[in-house]
């Protein structure tokens, strides 16, 4: 992973070894915000809604979808409208317990149809495109002042959306495990001597150690390369490997002064071509992401009520299948939150249906939610943040949109 929870390379380089590649500004500091924490994941490559959320109860989406329809018989129900694909079993049974809700038309205030501008206004929180070069939860540190919340990147690199002023933490999966202990050792005697670094240095290690304890006492560890089974084994291991990851970030959120902002990526959505139904490209992609909110609440444990996770994505698919048996880009698309805390209700956001005439553009589901309404929501209810900064720090002149309340 980038975090590439889908990519096979990076699937198996995470199944690899969990090592810590590792140098934040700082130890995570104290706890704050009463323990309240926030993750945020990224899917990127425009994660289709419709399979995600199925709206099987629409009288349009078997003809629309055609062979990439997700068979009612198939499909996890949530209501009498919508369903969950069934490879999101772990978060439809949290659903059934009444901790995860669907927002099935959710879209980011620009229409761009190219990856990389609908990222980058996903995770600026700006009204358009290139508007700014910093991310809005990092903008939210800014806003949170003095409170000493800590945020971690988890990666290679750090997402937009965390990218700014704050520095933050950054762990990256899926390196070997560092053969040569003395090598840290070395190079704190190296930067003992320097202002800046040697401090920077110290508090990498400080995170490594974090790092090492959030490891410990994991249930079995990663495989360490392709053990058979075929494209099914490859995909248990995909599932295995994000299962542990989110048990691993878990394990930092729960430590005394671990973070409570993090973010990721989980890549691979882009899904043109061939990409299947209730089996599939897009189904496996989706199993690494029920594995990785499994992890997560499963590590979090008692932790879990006061943790929000959300996954969004910067743009939908065409509502019709195209010609290779894929989707191409889109509006609207589903987010999904994920909380032990959540309050109970039905989807978040109005559905507009799939009518010729309700359709984006006569080809997407039109979006019902501005995502910086729903980011709004979950700032102010869960983190505190008041609706001042909200409006015109955190996601700049947004005062026209209104959090989404009600969540926690």
């Known amino acids: 992973m980038t975090v590439s929870l889908i990519s096979r390379r990076s699937l198996l ?20 915000l009463g323990g309240r924490k926030l993750v945020v994941v990224v899917c990127r490559g425009g994660m289709d809604g419709l399979s995600v959320s199925p709206p099987i109860g629409d009288p349009d989406y078997a003809g629309l979808r055609k062979g990439i329809a997700i068979a009612p018989d198939a499909a996890l129900r949530l209501d009498g409208t919508f369903a969950l694909h069934p490879s999101l079993a772990a978060i439809h049974a949290m ?11 959710m879209a980011s205030p620009d229409r761009a149809r190219s990856h990389f501008e609908a990222q980058d206004v996903l995770e600026t929180g700006a009204a358009g495109v290139y508007a700014t070069d910093s991310g809005w939860l990092n903008r939210a540190l800014t806003a949170m002042g003095d409170s000493k919340v800590q945020a971690l990147s988890v990666g290679a690199t750090s997402p937009l959306i965390l990218r700014g002023p704050v520095q933050t933490g950054a762990w990256s ?23 800046l670094l040697g401090p920077a240095f110290a508090q990498g290690l400080e ?9 410990t006492g994991m249930s ?82 008692d932790q879990w009520s006061k943790t929000v996770v959300v996954f969004a994505t910067e743009f939908g698919r065409t509502a019709r299948i195209n010609g290779t ?33 309700a359709l984006y553009e006569g080809r997407d589901t039109r979006p019902t939610v501005d995502s910086r309404a729903l980011f709004k929501g979950l700032l102010a209810e869960h983190m505190g943040l008041d609706r001042r900064a909200l409006d015109t720090a955190v996601f700049p002149d947004s005062a026209g949109v209104a959090p989404v309340l009600g969540l926690v």
């Open 325 to 357: 048996g894929g989707t191409d880009h889109g509006t609207g698309s589903t987010a999904i939150l994920l909380s032990g805390g959540l309050k109970k209700g039905g989807i978040v956001g109005d559905w507009p249906t799939l009518k010729e005439n």
């Open 220 to 301: 079995k560890g990663p495989a360490s390369g392709y053990e058979g089974g075929g494209l099914a084994g490859l995909q248990r291991q995909g599932q295995a490997s994000a299962k542990r990851i989110g048990q691993t970030i878990a394990g930092f959120m729960t430590q005394p002064d671990g973070p409570q902002l993090v973010a990721l990526s989980a890549e691979g959505f882009d899904t043109h071509a061939n990409q299947g139904a209730a089996t599939g490209q897009l189904a496996n992609r989706l199993s690494y992401l029920d594995s990785l909110a499994e992890g997560l609440r499963e590590g979090l444990g």
């Open 95 to 105: 659903a059934k317990q009444g901790e995860a809700r669907i927002v099935p038309a």
């Open 173 to 195: 999966p899926g390196r070997a495990n560092e053969k040569s202990p003395r090598l840290p050792g070395l190079l704190m005697d190296l930067y003992a001597g320097d202002p």
């Open 207 to 215: 995170t490594e150690a974090m790092a090492k304890t959030a490891l």
């Open 13 to 32: 380089a995470a199944g690899a070894g969990l090592s810590v590649a590792f140098m934040g500004r700082s130890a995570f500091a104290d706890a704050g």
